[in-house]
């Protein structure tokens, strides 16, 4: 880690002794020169990342302790991109992507190079326009669209970590990675017809692929055979859609419609051979890929909308007011699933060596389910020329049988990251891991991460058995909360029962997430170019509550500023503050009036940016989260020991050399510090009446709290589980 900080510093002294004038000068006469002469233009990005994460807390005797407490990770990540244009109308595109785990250098498994986009585009004359392979496409948040999480007034050292994560992932704001064919047709014959856009394109969402249930990568919930758990793929998935626009009036009127099909193809439909029940000594069986998720998706989404430019019409440009309005309507095939059991020549159900009724195939039936998600929204606001006042509000109204996984799938999976090795069996279950932590998620990860063996042992027998983990195989997998996967209907019911609640309570599938009426709004004032004011309200409820539930009802509010201080009195340099304040809350009233679940939940930044020479700067940030359930909606959880409440605090300070906005070197330090109470009554009792208690295990069904509670200490049955991690962090991000 030391090595890592020194070779970083350097890095700093030898950027700050060169003339950044020169170089830049030098560098842009050189693209200039290639671009004339071969066609090839260059760009990419560079980050190098160098984190130690340190794990206490005072519950845990470390001489009783078998995993390491810390972590470290070190990579290098080069993102080079070429645009090759051999003739006008054709450019090819690829980005290579060169990495490096920096803690094993010298071993060649330690980098890899791939190809992490190529596509080849074109044009034809001014109006069309072509791409095949990888593309980005985003529509409208209700037919294609990538939803995420906004944290209002983020403190600049964590919005520099979750850009990295987010670009790691090949992000870009809420746009769909797809690969296939994009055609696009734009024209605009005269003022009064406006512009025309025709658009089309088909994708394939996800292919056939084995993947392994204990494994890190593919997977939801390793080891877990229910439906949703493994992304691993039966069938080949497409995205089939068709988009049309206009805009008379010279654009000041709108009106747009989408078709869309996905759908699974049945054709392609695959299996495998796997031991039964993953015992080695039982003879390969032929099943399907994923038994536990068979139905093929066959889903239709139609989409209209209208809007205007009342602005655009009265031609005041200090003015904004425009409004648009969608309807979509969804038709998804849904099955019901009957089982069946193996019976004898008497007809008596046929047991299996445990007691168990032996199944048979399933009678499926399926019917179709259509649904209709409405949209409307606002844009009102006035600048003047030294301020302004901007409103941007939501209408919403999405039944339970709404439903587009192209648009709901979110990008954030609230995922364990720092010091995982020590809750190796429950990382799965993520905000339900003991040692989760909100912060953890959003902006920490590994591209290439190497856990230990359960028994850090190097045998053999200690990557087998016991020696694994419940949550991954022992081998190398990616850490990263951020995706652009479009999930299935199963998947995407798992994703919803394991959200931060701090970050997608009210709507954890963006605008587009189903069984929602109720509207949201955004005010935003400034004052010149140095102050600006923000506040929100959502107010949601659901369409059709669930079984067991009279209604469920949600809100969110708050509010922030931010401001730079030395801007403000005429100096040059940065001196910015920031701070902001969100309250979810998510209210479940049962049946009968047998009461009311309660979930609230408290977000809060406070940034500090300052620049005091011409490159070099000092960043801090504070975040906290502070959530709470009522004893109904602890009950409510399902959980064995559930959680009563939780606060959750980070802090960090850094020093930067920036650039720009995406091109800095930072060192930074902070810690993150949990304290969660839990509700252990269920376990005394069972102490009490002289069962075992087992913790820390998916066996034991105790999943949520760390596996050095100790059920002798605990008299009142509220149990509180305390840890810090310290982080040691340093970061280079250039993009060029």
């Given at each position: 880690?030391?090595?890592?900080?020194f070779?970083?510093?350097?890095?700093?002294?030898?950027?700050?002794?060169?003339?950044?004038?020169?170089?830049?000068?030098?560098l842009?006469?050189?693209?200039?020169?290639?671009?004339?002469?071969r066609?090839?233009?260059i760009?990419?990005?560079?980050r190098?990342?160098?984190?130690?994460?340190?794990?206490?807390?005072?519950?845990?005797?470390?001489?009783?302790?078998?995993?390491?407490?810390?972590?470290?990770?070190e990579?290098?990540?080069?993102?080079?991109?070429?645009?090759?244009?051999?003739?006008?109308?054709?450019?090819?595109?690829a980005?290579?992507?060169?990495?490096?785990?920096?803690?094993?250098y010298?071993?060649s498994?330690a980098?890899?190079?791939?190809?992490?986009?190529?596509?080849?585009?074109?044009?034809?004359?001014?109006?069309?326009?072509?791409?095949?392979g990888?593309?980005r496409?985003?529509?409208?948040?209700?037919?294609?669209?990538?939803?995420?999480?906004?944290?209002?007034?983020?403190p600049?050292?964590?919005?520099?970590?979750?850009?990295?994560?987010?670009?790691s992932?090949?992000?870009e704001g809420?746009?769909?990675?797809?690969?296939?064919?994009?055609?696009?047709?734009?024209?605009?014959?005269?003022?009064?017809?406006?512009?025309?856009?025709?658009?089309?394109?088909?994708a394939?969402?996800?292919r056939?692929?084995v993947?392994?249930?204990?494994?890190?990568?593919?997977?939801?919930?390793?080891n877990?055979?229910?439906?949703g758990?493994?992304q691993?793929?039966?069938?080949?998935?497409?995205?089939?859609a068709?988009?049309?626009?206009?805009?008379?009036?010279?654009?000041?009127l709108y009106?747009?419609a989408t078709g869309m099909?996905?759908?699974?193809?049945?054709?392609s439909?695959?299996?495998?051979?796997?031991?039964?029940?993953g015992?080695?000594?039982?003879?390969y069986?032929?099943?399907?890929?994923?038994?536990y998720?068979?139905?093929?998706?066959?889903t239709m989404?139609?989409?209209?909308?209208?809007?205007?430019?009342?602005?655009?019409?009265?031609?005041?440009?200090?003015?904004?007011?425009?409004?648009v309005?969608?309807?979509?309507?969804s038709?998804?095939?849904?099955?019901t699933?009957?089982?069946?059991?193996?019976?004898?020549?008497?007809?008596?159900v046929?047991?299996?060596?445990?007691g168990?009724?032996?199944?048979?195939?399933?009678?499926v039936?399926?019917?179709?389910?259509?649904?209709?998600?409405?949209?409307?929204?606002?844009?009102?606001?006035?600048?003047?020329?030294?301020?302004?006042?901007?409103l941007?509000a939501?209408v919403?109204?999405?039944d339970?049988a709404?439903?587009?996984n192209?648009?709901?799938?979110?990008?954030?999976?609230?995922q364990r990251?720092?010091?995982?090795?020590?809750?190796?069996?429950?990382?799965?279950?993520?905000?339900?891991?003991?040692l989760?932590?909100?912060?953890?998620?959003?902006?920490?990860?590994?591209p290439?991460?190497?856990?230990?063996?359960?028994?850090?042992?190097?045998?053999?027998?200690?990557?087998?058995g016991v020696?694994?983990?419940?949550?991954?195989?022992?081998?190398?997998?990616n850490k990263?909360?951020?995706?652009?996967?479009?999930?299935?209907r199963?998947?995407?019911?798992l994703?919803?029962k394991?959200?931060?609640?701090?970050?997608?309570?009210?709507?954890?599938?963006?605008?587009?997430t189903?069984?929602?009426?109720?509207?949201?709004?955004?005010?935003?004032?400034?004052?010149?170019?140095?102050?600006?004011?923000?506040?929100?309200?959502?107010?949601?409820?659901?369409?059709?509550?669930?079984?067991?539930?009279s209604?469920?009802?949600?809100m969110?509010?708050?509010?922030?500023?931010?401001?730079d201080?030395?801007?403000?009195?005429?100096?040059?340099?940065?001196?910015?503050?920031?701070g902001?304040?969100?309250?979810?809350?998510?209210?479940?009233?049962?049946?009968?009036?047998?009461g009311?679940?309660e979930?609230?939940?408290?977000?809060i930044?406070?940034g500090?940016?300052?620049?005091?020479?011409?490159?070099?700067?000092?960043?801090?940030?504070?975040?906290?989260?502070?959530?709470?359930?009522?004893?109904?909606?602890?009950a409510?959880?399902?959980?064995v020991?559930?959680?009563?409440?939780?606060?959750?605090?980070?802090?960090?300070?850094?020093l930067?050399?920036?650039?720009?906005?995406?091109a800095?070197?930072?060192?930074?330090?902070?810690?993150?510090?949990?304290?969660?109470e839990?509700?252990?009554?269920?376990?005394?009792?069972?102490?009490?009446?002289?069962e075992?208690?087992?913790t820390?295990?998916v066996?034991?069904?105790?999943?949520?709290?760390?596996?050095?509670?100790?059920?002798?200490?605990?008299?009142?049955g509220?149990?509180?589980?305390?840890?810090?991690?310290?982080i040691?962090?340093?970061?280079?991000?250039?993009?060029?």
């Amino acid at each position: 880690m030391k090595r890592s900080l020194f070779a970083l510093l350097a890095a700093t002294v030898a950027s700050a002794a060169s003339p950044v004038v020169d170089n830049q000068n030098l560098l842009e006469s050189k693209v200039d020169s290639i671009n004339a002469k071969r066609g090839v233009e260059i760009g990419g990005s560079i980050r190098g990342v160098a984190e130690a994460s340190y794990f206490d807390t005072d519950q845990d005797a470390h001489v009783a302790k078998m995993m390491p407490d810390v972590e470290k990770d070190e990579f290098v990540t080069a993102d080079l991109d070429f645009h090759f244009r051999p003739y006008e109308s054709v450019r090819a595109n690829a980005t290579l992507r060169l990495e490096a785990g920096m803690q094993e250098y010298f071993a060649s498994a330690a980098k890899s190079i791939s190809v992490a986009w190529i596509n080849v585009e074109g044009n034809i004359g001014k109006s069309f326009y072509w791409i095949v392979g990888d593309f980005r496409q985003q529509y409208t948040p209700l037919t294609l669209f990538l939803p995420s999480v906004d944290i209002m007034y983020e403190p600049l050292v964590f919005e520099r970590q979750r850009h990295m994560a987010q670009k790691s992932q090949f992000i870009e704001g809420n746009q769909r990675n797809l690969q296939g064919v994009n055609l696009q047709f734009r024209t605009m014959p005269n003022a009064n017809i406006g512009e025309i856009r025709a658009e089309a394109l088909m994708a394939r969402l996800n292919r056939t692929a084995v993947l392994d249930f204990s494994g890190a990568e593919g997977n939801i919930m390793t080891n877990t055979p229910v439906s949703g758990a493994s992304q691993a793929s039966n069938m080949d998935k497409w995205l089939a859609a068709g988009n049309f626009e206009i805009l008379p009036m010279n654009r000041n009127l709108y009106a747009g419609a989408t078709g869309m099909f996905i759908f699974d193809d049945e054709e392609s439909f695959s299996y495998t051979e796997r031991h039964p029940g993953g015992n080695r000594l039982e003879d390969y069986v032929r099943e399907p890929i994923n038994p536990y998720d068979m139905d093929a998706q066959q889903t239709m989404v139609v989409s209209g909308r209208v809007g205007g430019d009342i602005a655009g019409f009265l031609g005041n440009k200090n003015l904004t007011l425009d409004a648009v309005a969608e309807i979509a309507m969804s038709n998804d095939k849904v099955y019901t699933h009957t089982p069946t059991y193996q019976t004898d020549e008497a007809g008596n159900v046929v047991l299996d060596a445990e007691g168990a009724p032996v199944r048979g195939e399933d009678i499926v039936e399926d019917s179709k389910d259509a649904g209709i998600a409405i949209l409307a929204t606002v844009n009102a606001g006035y600048k003047a020329n030294s301020w302004g006042v901007n409103l941007v509000a939501n209408v919403i109204r999405n039944d339970s049988a709404w439903f587009n996984n192209a648009a709901q799938s979110p990008s954030f999976f609230a995922q364990r990251i720092l010091n995982s090795d020590l809750d190796g069996n429950t990382v799965k279950f993520g905000v339900n891991s003991p040692l989760y932590s909100t912060f953890g998620a959003l902006y920490s990860f590994a591209p290439k991460f190497s856990p230990v063996s359960r028994l850090l042992g190097t045998d053999d027998g200690a990557f087998d058995g016991v020696g694994q983990s419940e949550s991954y195989n022992i081998a190398n997998y990616n850490k990263n909360s951020w995706t652009t996967n479009v999930y299935g209907r199963s998947q995407l019911v798992l994703l919803e029962k394991l959200m931060d609640p701090s970050l997608q309570m009210a709507l954890p599938n963006g605008l587009a997430t189903s069984n929602r009426v109720g509207g949201q709004g955004t005010l935003t004032a400034n004052f010149k170019e140095f102050a600006e004011v923000q506040g929100l309200v959502t107010v949601l409820s659901q369409v059709s509550p669930v079984l067991g539930f009279s209604s469920v009802k949600f809100m969110e509010y708050g509010g922030g500023a931010k401001a730079d201080i030395f801007k403000a009195i005429g100096f040059s340099k940065p001196l910015e503050l920031s701070g902001s304040y969100k309250h979810s809350e998510r209210k479940a009233e049962l049946e009968g009036g047998a009461g009311t679940g309660e979930l609230k939940s408290d977000f809060i930044n406070a940034g500090f940016y300052a620049q005091y020479l011409p490159r070099l700067g000092v960043t801090a940030g504070l975040q906290m989260v502070n959530t709470e359930y009522n004893d109904v909606q602890a009950a409510l959880s399902g959980l064995v020991v559930p959680m009563l409440k939780s606060k959750q605090m980070q802090w960090m300070v850094g020093l930067d050399y920036a650039i720009e906005k995406n091109a800095w070197l930072a060192i930074n330090f902070g810690i993150i510090s949990v304290t969660n109470e839990y509700n252990s009554s269920a376990l005394v009792a069972a102490a009490a009446a002289g069962e075992p208690v087992q913790t820390g295990t998916v066996a034991g069904g105790v999943y949520n709290i760390p596996d050095y509670y100790d059920v002798s200490k605990d008299k009142s049955g509220k149990y509180k589980n305390e840890f810090t991690q310290t982080i040691i962090e340093a970061s280079l991000n250039v993009e060029f």
